[in-house]
């Protein structure tokens, strides 16, 4: 039986190539771009996502070492928790180990530690609404319907009250950025991609309001360009790095006032990026998409 490249005790420069060449070509023939790995603005390399990284693991036959898999949690005070998750890797026919991965999460980070909360303004939204939007929104407002009438309001980040909410979900977290991490290490595919910027973007703090939200409304140009198919697959890598599913990213766009992705104009892109980078979504389900 062949060995595997990822554990043998040495490779030639005919096995590295051939390493690198099984790669491209699963790259090619098999992954998606923003189901297995997504560019993120600001990085130069793909970042491999979950699925990408099972992709890699089946191909090389890597599978997790589920007895030395190592779990450790720590308070951090307030209720809050971190999972520090050690990830060892076997290959599957021998058994050998493979290399390992370290990942963490907690729920400090942004998207686990607020929630997004629609603060009334006590403003109905015109019957109009759909043909002179752009006329009707005020800045940094969105809408819910409220006792059957659509209000325009804003969404304010609030503290959750109970972390212990998402223990399960950042202990699962620190488990994929773990696997991720091991996948990269024993595979040497860091020439390819860079690890999943969850890790990145969830400890982040949120970014500040842009400057030009308050000057847009005496800005006297109106960009409603509809945006790019390049821009469509930013919005769906960001929508899936947040965990978010497709109605959760119809929710958010519903409240901007569209029905689909590709009506998305050049005016509220941005906005609705940032938002869905914010999103919580467990906690955000009762929000209704505004009539056709």
Not at 91 to 111: L, Y
Request: glycine share 6%.
């Amino acid at each position: 039986m062949e060995q595997s490249l990822a554990i043998k005790d040495e490779l030639n420069v005919a096995e590295i190539t051939q390493q690198v060449t099984k790669i491209q070509e699963i790259m090619q023939a098999v992954m998606r771009d923003g189901e297995h790995y997504g560019t993120i603005p600001g990085t130069n390399k793909p970042s491999l996502l979950k699925p990408g990284a099972e992709k890699l693991g089946f191909t090389f036959r890597l599978v997790v070492d589920e007895a030395h898999l190592k779990i450790e949690e720590q308070e951090m005070g307030g209720g809050h928790r971190n999972f520090r998750v050690i990830c060892p890797l076997i290959h599957a026919p021998t058994g050998t180990p493979a290399g390992a991965g370290i990942g963490s999460c907690n729920t400090m980070e942004t998207r686990y530690r607020y929630r997004n909360e629609f603060i009334d303004s006590g403003e109905p939204i015109p019957n109009d609404y759909k043909q002179n939007k752009g006329a009707y929104k005020a800045k940094g407002m969105v809408a819910k319907k409220i006792n059957d009438e659509w209000k325009w309001g804003k969404q304010e980040r609030m503290e959750h009250d109970n972390p212990a909410d998402y223990y399960n979900t950042c202990e699962k977290m620190a488990k994929k950025r773990a696997f991720v991490d091991a996948i990269l290490t024993a595979t040497a595919a860091s020439d390819f991609f860079t690890q999943d910027m969850e890790d990145i973007k969830a400890n982040a703090p949120a970014p500040p309001p842009p400057p030009k939200e308050e000057k847009k409304q005496d800005d006297s140009t109106d960009d409603t360009r509809k945006i790019t198919e390049k821009q469509r697959k930013r919005l769906f890598a960001i929508s899936k790095q947040a965990g978010l599913s497709e109605d959760d990213v119809k929710k958010v766009i519903g409240a901007y006032g569209y029905d689909k992705t590709s009506d998305i104009t050049m005016n509220d892109y941005e906005k609705i990026c940032n938002e869905i980078e914010l999103v919580v979504v467990p906690e955000e389900s009762e929000q209704e998409e505004l009539p056709v």
